[in-house]
């Protein structure tokens, strides 16, 4: 009966139609011509229903409410009331009606509020939250049916009130299943036969009857049969599961193990397909009978009106498909629609009574269903249903049973087992969640030791196919490889399916977190699965952190060597060249030198550097890129990588500067040292490179400084300019190198020579003379003795805006050298101690008498002695800066040297 256009009417603006609508589909459910299983999944129904609260005009409130508190009683209706809100709005209408019907609203809430009930014979689909019934004939269904329900709670209609409910409080607590078992399916006593002789023939000594049993389960039990007949009577799958037992601990698969690997993976592709089926909207009914298109009574009267014409015919009943395992007589069918008992004379009142009593062949399959219910008791059903495998405890099973086997070295077998390992994977992604790993119910804790437990197991096979003997023949190794590869590509498959990588600290085992840690090591498996090995790693950063850190040196020296060999290519290679690139290979095998040391890389990096800095225009970007890279290999930590570096550096300069170039261009001899004429490269070697401790980078050293300043005939006038100004602000340091006897020495003392064989004008006047000025700090007192002929010239001279010099004499000349030389050493050790014995005050007026123009010169400089004494105290310097001591005592000096006093 079609009934949306009258539920639509329901939900009408005009009142006269919506309550003619209400009545008519009330007057249908009194007469039983619907019933509430035909309108429960009508899900406008429920909108409209609460909707009627919501018009100006509110009639027949008594019956909606009635009618939306029988609804509220069947599980269906009332997920789909909760679905819609009818939670919130009853509770919102409840305190602005008659107090008379908030009870009807009191108790429709509460039945929101209970948890679906299940019948004893049947099951619940979970993820649908429905329930099975039994039914003979279409009634409708009353919820004050004396029947006995059982679910989450065990209720009697003749229970006293004050006994409190049993309540089965694991069911209630897994949280971690997102799909358990499937709708119970009742059996004829034909399937039941078929099923226990198959258990028994599974379990029999003799291996060619189990394998023809095997044969028989994949061809025609496991195709007439539903997949999850199978989970519900587990006997067969047991009996597979020790089958792959057998011999497991040896790591080889045999023929027993094959077969029982197709019936237990045909049956996985079953359920993954049953799951699909009862996951499909589409699909979904409301009458959950044990009659239904799952069920042994589920053909036609047509099947059973022919199997009944055939009947006479022998030829007719026989088929090519093979016959029971244990019995004699040839089968039509697996699925008890055949009259298979009937092979037997006398052993099956069903076959019998096909025979003599063609007239019961016309009952209903409801009526057959009710005959086969009443061979089984209410408590065998009950019995039954608690000895049934979830789609979840089955995954599990099967990969714990089928893991060992992967420690086979036979390449065909073992694909066999990751095959069947990859379809229960898929069963147990789409029944259990992460919620696993903190579930405390009992079926949770299981499920998480079983999982551990195969985790463990993965570990060790990954393991044992790594470490194996290098004595093995080429064809074996080659196998282990590709176990190897496919276990670990499963492993980390099954993480990824029900682990969390935040949780994995807490819940993977120490051996797969070890076998992770060196899969996340294979760099081939990297290349091949990146994705995969980025996986483990994401892993193992979670399970050990000095791990996952061993793991990042690794791969980054790796990548380094990786680079090294890259670069090595490259450079070798004609042709154009990208330079960026080739300098970013080169800085990443210049930080993996400690590891291959392959230090002829040294000297073409070198290379590379002086030739991206020949160009008159040279890229700026490329320049500084080069230079980083060569202060890089300058001021690089190892040893034997700076004194190659060093060395090389040598030879390109003699290369370029040596007098066997005279005959050669100066602007193509010199142009592959431009590189050295930069400040900081030579701050690198003046600063570092002089004073390594290893002999032959500093002599190295003094041989690329001395080449470069005597190389002024050897390089062009622009280049020389070069050199200099990047020499001008390293002059203090090579400064305190100079000296009278070795070569370098004597090439830095003319440096602030002013005589005019030497005068370039590179430097500028002043700076020639602070250089002067520094020389007489030397310690050596030929050097001071230098310096005080390279200061005369600026003493002498005179110029039109510099006052005249006073001429002096040679005794005056004399006691140069030793200016800054003091006759009776000072102690300057400074008292460190942030108390003071001077006062402020004190100080102050030291400072006035000096500063004061009016004071005879004795007493300033009386002053002047005592805050010379003064200044040892470093509490007093503040003081003194805020006064402007410094300026004062630079005036004087000033004047002096200007003549003015």
């Known amino acids: 009966m079609e009934l949306s256009p009258l539920i639509k009417k329901i939900g009408h603006s005009l009142v006269e139609i919506r309550v003619r609508a209400l009545k008519s589909i009330l007057s249908k459910l009194d007469h039983s011509l619907i019933t509430i299983t035909d309108i429960v999944q009508e899900k406008m129904l429920f909108v409209y229903l609460l909707e009627w609260f919501n018009f100006p005009e509110v009639p027949m409130k008594e019956e909606v409410l009635g009618l939306l508190l029988t609804l509220a009683k069947h599980p269906s209706s009332a997920q789909m009331l909760r679905d819609v809100g009818a939670v919130d709005f009853l509770s919102q209408l409840s305190p602005t009606i008659e107090p008379r019907l908030r009870a009807v609203i009191d108790g429709t809430l509460d039945q929101l509020f209970q948890l679906p009930e299940l019948l004893p014979s049947h099951s619940a689909v979970y993820s649908h939250g429905a329930c099975s019934r039994t039914t003979t004939a279409p009634t409708v269904v009353s919820v004050d049916d004396n029947v006995p329900k059982m679910g989450y709670f065990h209720k009697s209609m003749h229970c006293s009130t004050n006994v409190p409910p049993q309540k089965i409080a694991v069911r209630e607590s897994v949280r971690c299943l997102k799909f358990s078992v499937f709708p119970w399916l009742t059996l004829t006593n034909t399937d039941r036969h078929i099923l226990s002789s198959n258990e028994s023939s599974l379990g029999s000594s003799n291996p060619n009857m189990v394998r023809t049993t095997c044969e028989l389960l994949c061809d025609v039990i496991m195709q007439d049969f539903p997949a999850e007949i199978f989970l519900q009577r587990p006997g067969i799958v047991k009996n597979l599961l020790l089958l792959l037992r057998l011999g497991s601990g040896k790591g080889e698969v045999s023929y027993h193990h094959s077969s029982a690997l197709s019936c237990l993976r045909q049956l996985c592709v079953g359920l993954k397909r049953r799951l699909r089926f009862h996951q499909d909207p589409g699909f979904y009914s409301a009458k959950q009978d044990p009659v239904s298109q799952n069920s042994s009574f589920s053909h036609t009267q047509e099947v059973r009106g022919n199997q009944h014409s055939q009947a006479s015919s022998p030829a007719a009943e026989c088929s090519s498909r093979p016959s029971v395992v244990g019995r004699t007589a040839q089968r039509a069918r697996g699925d008890g629609q055949d009259g298979d008992a009937a092979s037997d004379s006398g052993s099956s009142h069903r076959g019998w009574a096909t025979v003599q009593a063609p007239e019961q062949t016309s009952r209903t399959p409801a009526d057959a269903a009710h005959m086969e219910l009443l061979d089984l008791s209410v408590k065998d059903v009950l019995e039954l249903q608690l000895q049934q495998l979830s789609v979840a405890q089955f995954a599990v099973a099967t990969m714990q049973h089928a893991i060992p086997l992967l420690k086979t070295e036979a390449l065909h077998a073992f694909h066999r087992v990751l095959e069947l390992l990859c379809d229960a994977l898929l069963l147990l992604r789409d029944s259990v969640c992460e919620l696993v790993w903190d579930d405390l119910s009992l079926v949770g804790m299981e499920l998480k030791e079983k999982l551990q437990a195969c985790m463990e197991q993965l570990g060790d096979i990954l393991s ?130 400690p590891f291959h040391q392959h230090l002829p890389i040294i000297k073409e990096c070198v290379h590379m550097c002086s030739y991206l800095w020949k160009f008159d225009q040279p890229s700026p970007l490329l320049q500084t890129e080069s230079q980083k890279l060569f202060l890089k290999l300058l001021s690089h930590p190892s040893p034997p990588v700076k004194t190659e570096t060093y060395e090389c550096t040598l030879n390109l300069v003699k290369d370029c500067l040596g007098i066997q170039n005279l005959s050669r261009e100066k602007a193509a001899a010199s142009a592959a040292v431009n590189i050295l004429l930069h400040h900081k490269v030579l701050y690198e070697i003046s600063a570092f490179g002089l004073q390594d401790s290893a002999e032959k980078v500093n002599v190295a050293a003094k041989d690329i400084l001395l080449f470069l300043l005597k190389g002024r005939l050897m390089m062009t006038a622009p280049a020389w300019d070069r050199f200099n100004e990047a020499l001008y602000p390293v002059i203090p340091i090579i400064q305190g190198y100079a000296s009278t006897e070795e070569s370098l020495g004597k090439c830095v003392l003319l440096i602030s020579d002013m005589s005019d064989v030497t005068r370039d004008n590179v430097f500028p006047t002043t700076g020639k003379l602070k250089a002067a000025l520094r020389l007489f700090f030397s310690k050596q007192p030929t050097i001071r003795i230098a310096a005080v002929q390279h200061i005369l010239p600026h003493l002498t001279s005179s110029g039109d805006a510099k006052p005249t010099r006073i001429e002096t004499d040679q005794s005056v000349i004399a006691a140069l050298p030793n200016i800054f030389c003091l006759r009776n050493p000072v102690d300057i050790t400074l008292d460190t101690s942030n108390k003071s014995i001077l006062k402020v005050e004190s100080v102050e007026k030291l400072f006035w008498i000096l500063n004061s123009d009016t004071v005879d010169i004795s007493l300033r400089r009386s002053a002047a002695e005592q805050l010379s004494v003064v200044l040892q105290d470093t509490t007093m310097h503040p003081v003194l800066k805020i006064l402007g001591i410094t300026e004062k005592v630079i005036s004087f000096i000033t004047e002096s040297v200007n003549g003015n006093k």
């Open 464 to 593: 044992f196919h790594q470490s194996h003997s290098a004595d093995v023949p080429h064809s074996c190794l080659v196998n282990h490889r590709m176990a190897y590869i496919g276990t670990a590509i499963f492993t980390i498959k099954l993480l990824q399916a029900i682990l969390p990588p935040e949780k994995a600290g807490e819940n993977l085992p120490e051996r797969t977190a070890a076998a992770i840690f060196h899969l996340c090591l294979d760099s081939s498996l990297g290349s091949l699965l990146p994705s995969m090995q980025e996986t483990a790693v994401a892993y193992l950063e979670q399970v050990n952190s000095d791990s996952h850190d061993i793991y990042r040196r690794v791969n980054r020296a790796a990548l380094w060597m990786e680079s090294t060999c890259n670069f090595v290519k490259e450079a070798q290679s004609e042709g154009e060249r990208n330079w960026l690139d080739l300098l970013e290979l080169a800085d990443q095998a210049m930080n993996g030198l």
